[in-house]
């Protein structure tokens, strides 16, 4: 595996959240199950920002597919009885996977653009290109 960083604007936002008290979670399209995804998230020192940890290795569905987003969305509305999807903000930085999954899943999507690519399907999201702008939509 290799070494990874995490932006100092990153832990800053997600503190900013959290003092918010808005509630975060991964889904995450990796390879490693969700405990090992976890175990990166607390050598990284972040892990306590997120309620729940989603990794497709766990669920064998991906993203964009709908199925995982039904997952997660199932499990957020046990742990949250009551929240609507219009009460969900998924943000993502993958356009195929985040945007057109966050989409089809019918809730408020985030592309986090750093690399300013184009919106080729013409997609109805929000689009920022520095992770501190999420807070604007909280």
């Known amino acids: 595996m290799q070494k990874y960083s995490v932006d100092q604007n990153v832990r800053d936002t997600l503190e900013r959240l959290s003092n918010l008290g808005v509630k975060t979670a991964i889904l995450s399209n990796g390879l490693f199950r ?3 995804v976890e175990r990166l998230l607390s050598e990284s020192g972040i892990r306590h920002y997120f309620e729940r940890v989603f990794s497709s290795a766990d ?3 991906k993203k964009p597919g709908k199925g995982f987003f039904e ?3 199932k ?4 742990d949250h009885p009551g929240i609507r999807n219009d009460e969900i ?3 993502g930085n993958d356009y195929s996977d985040d945007v057109r ?3 089809g899943a019918r809730i408020e ?3 986090l653009n750093v690399t300013h690519e184009k919106n080729v399907d013409g997609i109805a999201c929000h689009e920022i290109d520095d992770i ?3 807070l604007e939509f909280v």
């Not at 499990?75 to 046990?78: F, G, P, S, T, Y």
């Open 109 to 111: 999507t985030v592309w």
């Open 132 to 134: 501190t702008k999420v």
């Open 71 to 73: 997952i997660a969305l």
């Open 75 to 78: 499990q957020i509305r046990e």
């Open 101 to 103: 999954g966050g989409t």
């Open 89 to 91: 903000l998924y943000v």
């Open 59 to 61: 669920y064998g569905v």
């Open 34 to 36: 969700g405990s090992l």
